[in-house]
């Protein structure tokens, strides 16, 4: 297994919610330092943001999730989250975990990402 490792994704009804986690490991830095967010892929489209949080736990969100979707982390467990509510079919993709830059505000940016996790199929039903 590489350092990030996501779970939680599955099969729901349009409106329903999941809660995927991304536990680190074996990370250059202690978990806390970096900026780590969410991203997600569809077959034959780029992959793109979703949700970052930055070693202060400031959030920032792509707007076709905002209201819906919530990050959160907890350093202790060395763990990320994102709570997914209000699920739609577009929802659908593979999510993928990363930790990337140490730091907060601007270094978490851009393409950040150093780490990535294998990813977790999130499949939203009408």
């Known amino acids: 297994q590489g350092p990030l490792v996501e779970s939680g994704g599955g099969s729901v009804q349009a409106g329903g919610s999941l809660r995927l986690s991304c536990t680190a490991s074996r990370l250059t830095l202690a978990f806390s330092y970096y900026c780590v967010g969410w991203f997600r892929q569809v077959p034959g489209k780029e992959r793109e943001g979703v949700a970052v949080?930055?070693?202060?736990?400031?959030?920032s969100y792509a707007d076709s999730v905002k209201d819906r979707f919530t990050i959160s982390r907890d350093n202790a467990k060395n763990t990320l989250y994102l709570q997914m509510n209000s699920l739609k079919p577009e929802d659908t993709a593979m999510y993928y975990c990363?930790?990337?830059?140490?730091?907060?505000?601007?270094?978490?940016?851009?393409?950040?990402?150093?780490?990535w996790g294998q990813g977790t199929q999130v499949t939203v039903s009408s």
């Open positions: 949080i930055d070693s202060l736990g400031t959030t």
């Open positions: 990363a930790a990337g830059r140490p730091g907060y505000g601007a270094a978490c940016q851009g393409n950040f990402a150093a780490y």
